[in-house]
Structure formats: C-alpha cells, structure tokens
T-cell receptor, first 111, second 114 residues
C-alpha cells in the first residue's frame, strides 16, 4: 500500500531555532497536507498544498509540494514553546477522501 | 461552532465487552470519517460516509467493527466484542466539500481494552 516516510521522528530544539521536517514516498500524490496534533486533541490542519512545486506559507510555517509529487517539507522559523507537538504529513492520491498519514515528528522546544 | 464532538473522551473496558463510540459532526458537513491512531500504525482511515451513506469501509479491521450514520448529525462506531489490540485513540472528522482544508477532527476517544 501507499506509505509516507516522515523524518525525523523527533526533534529537540532551543527556542528561536528553525525547524525542518519532510515526508517522502515512492507513490505520486495530488495533495500534500501538514497537521499539528497537541496532546489529547485531534490533528489540526496547518497547510494544504495542491500543486506540484507549490510553496505556501502560514505565518512562521512554510511548506512545499515536491516537484516530483512524491515528497513535501515543512519549515518552522523562529520556534516558540507553543510549537511543541506532533507534526504529521498526509497525502491524497486520486481519491478525494482517502488520506495517507506519516508517522509524525515529535517536536520539543526548550525555552 | 462547537466543532466535531466525540464521546466518551476516555473509555476503559474489559475484553469481550461491547464498546460504542459516538460522534456529532459539524452542522452542515456532509462527509464523516472515522480514524484510528496507534503508535505502531499511526493514523488510519476506518470508514468514510458521504450524505450518511457508507462509501468506503475497507479500513474496518474486521467484522467486530461496525459503524452507522442514522442521520446527518450523528454517527457511531461499535466494537463487539472488544479485544486488547483495539486499544487506540479513535477520531471522528467531518467536512462539507471536496478540499481537505474543510476537514476538521474531533478531540478523539481514547479506548483501553483490558
């Protein structure tokens, strides 16, 4: 089946540092998404990418849809303590309802 | 808007018992999803409803799992009989149109089967 390889699994950084995480796959996707999940809550969508090569920003977050349609990255600039959480990539292929999720990146920010 | 509402938030039960998880989607949303999240397998789609009709239940692990959506404002996911390996967080999500930026997740139900 389709799989997303998300890395790194975890990151420990100092407040103010930039963060980068990525997802790769052997399959081609039409949509790439990035979510954040706080403890005890459901995932919340951060950025949606619908075109290959697309680069989108949302505040301090920037994400890109890889030109090959097989990968995506998420950057967080100038991290703050509230950035702590688990970040998931997700992708959709031909179906308009089925998402494949990465295993997540646990981000810890030390004040 | 209250968002997607799930109940209970936590459920602890013994193996063999029936478990029913409940979801109230956001008003006006016509698509509903049930997901399961575990450390080993991550987030997986169990079943997808559109206009209260199950469209894809290929993710339902086995016959012990069943889901219903009797109306646009309520859905249940039932496990009977429950087993320890069913322990996970179960999420409900809803959306009202094609486009993932309109999909919202509920807070989840953490199920522990002893």
């Amino acid at each position: 089946g389709q799989q997303l390889n998300q890395s790194p699994q975890s990151m420990f950084i100092q407040e103010g540092e930039d963060v980068s995480m990525n997802c790769t796959s052997s399959s081609i996707f039409n949509t790439w998404l990035w979510y954040k999940q706080d403890p005890g809550e459901g995932p919340v969508l951060l950025i949606a990418l619908y075109k290959a090569g697309e680069l989108t920003s949302n505040g301090r977050l920037t994400a890109q849809f890889g030109i090959t349609r097989k990968d995506s990255f998420l950057n967080i600039s100038a991290s703050i303590p509230s950035d702590v959480g688990i970040y998931f990539c997700a992708a959709a292929g031909g179906s308009n309802y089925k998402l494949t999720f990465g295993k997540g990146t646990l981000l810890t920010v030390n004040p | 808007d209250a968002g997607v509402i799930q109940s209970p938030r936590h459920e602890v039960t013994e193996m063999g018992q029936e478990v029913t998880l409940r979801c109230k989607p956001i008003s006006g949303h016509n698509s509903l999803f049930w997901y399961r999240q575990t450390m080993m397998r991550g987030l997986e789609l169990l079943i997808y409803f559109n206009n209260n009709v199950p469209i894809d239940d290929s993710g339902m692990p086995e016959d012990r799992f069943s889901a219903k959506m009797p109306n646009a404002s309520f859905s249940t996911l039932k496990i009977q009989p429950s087993e320890p390996r069913d322990s996970a967080v179960y999420f409900c999500a809803s959306t009202y149109k094609t486009g993932w930026d309109t999909q919202y997740f509920g807070p989840g139900t953490r199920l522990t089967v002893l």
